[in-house]
């Protein structure tokens, strides 16, 4: 159409841009909905249910026809429920509003003349259930990384209503959110008891007892396999927590309060029966004197005062260096006997040795002793457990000799990191926001393990003053009696 000089309208060739535009404005809503995914499955899925329809219809009667009608309205109804009620569909349904908020969606260029691009965002692959929570598997959208979904994980938690979700990436390209609904390890538990030296001497002398579940035959004492690990506590998932301790050093880092007594008093605990077989030496050095104090008697050295301690120190870098001779071009790995034990040396509050200690010459000698014993006794058959509260570097500055440290609850969300190295506060392991109510956070943490780059959320049991004065009972030099304090 064209317009003449008088101002009538009349007639003519479109333009080309307007006749596109009629044609798009006419054509191209249609278009733009089923280009949609999700509208083409909805599209087909009705095109499947009413060709079934008709032909249940035409083959079985009007009845099959309407009996089939109260079958879709009872799956729709079923679905319309899941949809607004169940975690996985409220998960799917905000899930593209939650990437646009944190920031992982992406744009899109594209062809249609509507727009100059499009949104998108990370796909969900699946939704899995486990024993207490969700799995939500992610599949990442190129030049995406862990890291950018990592890093909101406690938004995450916040917008599902959960308790806590961890970010974790099994495969290239692919994330794993799992949801825990509650906190599995809000409740504290106590230690298992121990058994009496009778029980166990009874057991050594070849009785039948009975071990995961089956009945087995034992000529020897069966507590003695548990030198290489100690089972002090709990996982989240609610399996048992075992702590390696043969061939490896533990840093144990966390504030007042927040349990550091329990990872101690738990690792003794399990190595008791051992150390009563002679293949296990725990050593202590004490500087507070109101921790394992409680239980001298049931070291085989002991130690409070400073000299005394470094001295301790230094005869266990002596007796590593002295095995490590005989062992040379013979031994390749550390087996314990009567004759060479497996040395656990624990060292609670590290830093009044390294850092604290007013002697300079004490500090000089107990750095050396203990950077000789992390470095080198492995090995040998030597452990050193060091507690502190500082973990920074010019607090103890060989925390890298560590292979296995554990953070319960730290001051600042930094220290993360100084404890179980780079990335571990991205990977889930918020020590910081660990509860500063004993009831709930004391005993809990993360352990980063040598061979695990993952933190794993744990609870160390409680080992009770009565449980102590029972192993002193039992263990000690008045009870089983296998050693002398220095």
């Known amino acids: 159409m064209q317009r003449d000089l008088g101002g009538s309208i009349a007639p003519g060739p479109l333009p080309i841009r307007v006749t596109k535009r009629l044609i798009f404005e006419g054509v191209s809503p249609i278009m733009h909905i089923f280009h949609r995914p999700v509208v083409r499955i909805w599209a087909l899925l009705v095109a499947v249910l009413w060709v079934v329809f008709e032909a249940v219809r035409a083959k079985a009667g009007a009845v099959a026809s309407d009996l089939l009608v109260a079958v879709y309205l009872t799956a729709g109804v079923v679905f319309v429920w899941w949809w607004l009620f169940s975690f996985a569909a409220r998960v799917r349904r905000g899930w593209p509003a939650l990437t646009k908020a944190i920031g992982a969606w992406q744009q899109e260029p594209v062809s249609r ?62 994330v794993v959110l799992r949801v825990w609904f509650t906190d599995p390890l809000a409740v504290p538990f106590e230690a298992p008891l121990m058994p009496s030296v009778g029980d166990v001497v009874k057991r050594a002398a070849g009785l039948a007892v009975l071990r995961y579940g089956r009945t087995t035959p034992e000529r020897e004492d069966p507590w003695v396999p548990e030198f290489a690990s100690a089972e002090i506590g709990r996982c989240d998932d609610g399996s048992p927590w075992r ?179 780079n990335g571990a506060r991205e990977r889930g392991a918020a020590a910081e926001l660990i509860s500063p109510d004993p009831e709930i956070g004391a005993g809990v943490g993360y352990v980063k393990r040598e061979t695990q780059p993952e933190p794993v959320r744990v609870r160390a049991a409680f080992v009770s003053d009565e449980a102590i004065e029972a192993m002193v009972r039992d263990y000690g030099r008045s009870g089983g009696g296998f050693g002398s304090a220095a």
């Open 243 to 421: 702590l390696r301790l043969h061939g490896t050093h533990v840093l144990v880092a966390g504030v007042t309060g927040a349990g550091k007594g329990s990872v101690l008093w738990g690792v003794v605990r399990a190595l008791l029966p051992a150390a009563r077989a002679g293949i296990v030496q725990l050593w202590a050095c004490d500087p507070m004197r109101m921790e394992l104090s409680f239980g001298r008697s049931l070291f085989q050295r002991y130690a409070c005062e400073p000299a005394a301690m470094v001295e301790l120190l230094e005869a266990a870098a002596a007796e590593m260096n002295r095995r490590a001779q005989t062992f040379a071009g013979k031994v390749r790995k550390h087996e314990p006997s009567s004759k060479c034990p497996f040395v656990v040396v624990i060292v609670d509050e590290l830093a009044f040795l390294t850092a604290y200690q007013p002697d300079r010459d004490l500090r000089k000698r107990a750095d050396a002793a203990i950077a000789t014993l992390t470095s080198q006794g492995r090995s040998v058959g030597f452990c050193v457990i060091g507690a502190l509260q500082d973990p920074r570097k010019e607090v103890m500055n060989i925390r890298n000799l560590f292979p296995d440290r554990i953070a319960l609850r730290l001051d600042e969300p930094n220290q993360v990191d100084m404890v179980l190295g």
């Open 113 to 174: 003349i509507d727009e100059t691009f499009e949104y998108r965002y990370p796909r969900i692959v699946r939704i899995r259930r486990h024993e207490l929570g969700f799995d939500v598997t992610v599949s990442l959208l190129p030049g995406q990384v862990p890291k950018n979904l990592g890093d909101h994980v406690e938004g995450i938690a916040h917008t599902w209503h959960v308790f806590r979700v961890e970010a974790s990436s099994p495969a290239r390209g692919v």
